[in-house]
């Protein structure tokens, strides 16, 4: 019988109690006016990403030579480039790639740091030692100095790869230079952003592996696979929710930084790092080439702030100052 009652589900009272934790932490979250804020400007820029390219009555890529270098007027309301092409246009488009990018790599850093996490913490002794000596290994090198070295150092060997497939296939897909940027980009981007959601769940694991629902997980014959995902990772899924808000905004700004450098998302695509890249070499004599997307992407990121911050506190109130 007693083994029945440690294998037995969790109790109702168990599941309301778990329940209402959520509930109050929702009220909590829609309490916080900031991360209301935030939370309207994301689903705004959600909504612009993926329908705003179809809104505009211009496409990106159109470019008009006698209206080169407008100031915003009724016909263009962010002004137009060097090239006449919108600005208001190539500022949507370039939401959607930073929503893409921030979204790509961030479920690819979390897959990678939960999982490395996971099992350090669970595991313990020299494993553990060896994937906490390779996320500081990770966390020591500088973020933009390692997408450097990965852009020089696979951009050569993977575009003559797809040169080599175009010759084979004749498949004009191969010849979108795109395909290249996005890889290199969500791989350096990924490599980089793993080790902190690593060492948070590590923190989150060694906290519960000792608890007595583990221990009696473990007395029960689980596999280790069961034991972790059914009660150890999803006490980290508070923690780790905060983490990937927060996480979010800084892969928009990463990304921005790694296309202002010129190793990131290349022109024709818009980037607002590429973008703001540009309209720094003519901010002088047309601000608004600079204006518009650093004014968009500082938005963006002040959103991801609020919500972080509400979440932080509406699932740790005891955190709050």
Known sequence: ??????????????????????????????????????????????LVA??????????FLSQDLNARNELPNAAHWLGTDELGRDVLA?????????????LIVTAIAVAIGVTLGAIA???????????????????????????????????PPLTAWMDRMYQATLNPIW????????????????????????????????????RNYVTAARALGLPTRVILMRYIVPNAIGPLIVAVSAGLGAAMVLESAF?????????????????????????????????????????ATIAFSFLGDGLNDALNPKGRK
């Open 1 to 46: 019988m007693a083994v029945e009652t440690l294998a037995a589900p969790a109790s109702a009272a168990d599941i309301e109690k778990h329940a209402s934790l959520w509930s109050d932490a929702w009220h909590r979250l829609l309490a916080n006016r900031l991360a209301m804020v935030g939370l309207a400007v994301i689903v705004l820029l959600i």
């Open 50 to 59: 993926i329908f705003g390219p179809w809104m505009t009555p211009y496409d």
């Open 90 to 102: 190539r500022v949507i488009y370039g939401a959607r790639t930073a929503l893409i990018v921030s």
């Open 121 to 155: 913490g669970y595991a313990g002794g020299p494993l553990d030692s060896a994937i906490m000596w390779l996320t500081d290994m990770t966390m020591s090198v500088p973020n933009l100095l390692l997408a450097v070295v990965i852009n020089a150092s696979l951009k």
């Open 175 to 210: 010849r979108n230079s795109l395909i290249v940027d996005f890889v290199l980009v969500f791989g350096a981007m990924a490599l980089v952003s793993w080790p902190a959601y690593c060492r948070l769940v590590r923190a989150q694991v060694l906290s519960v592996r000792s």
């Open 259 to 299: 296309s202002f450098l010129g190793v990131g998302v290349n022109p024709p695509a818009p980037s607002w790092g590429n973008m703001i890249s540009d309209g720094l070499r003519v901010w002088r004599t047309y601000p608004h080439l600079l204006a518009a997307p650093a004014a968009v992407l500082g938005i």
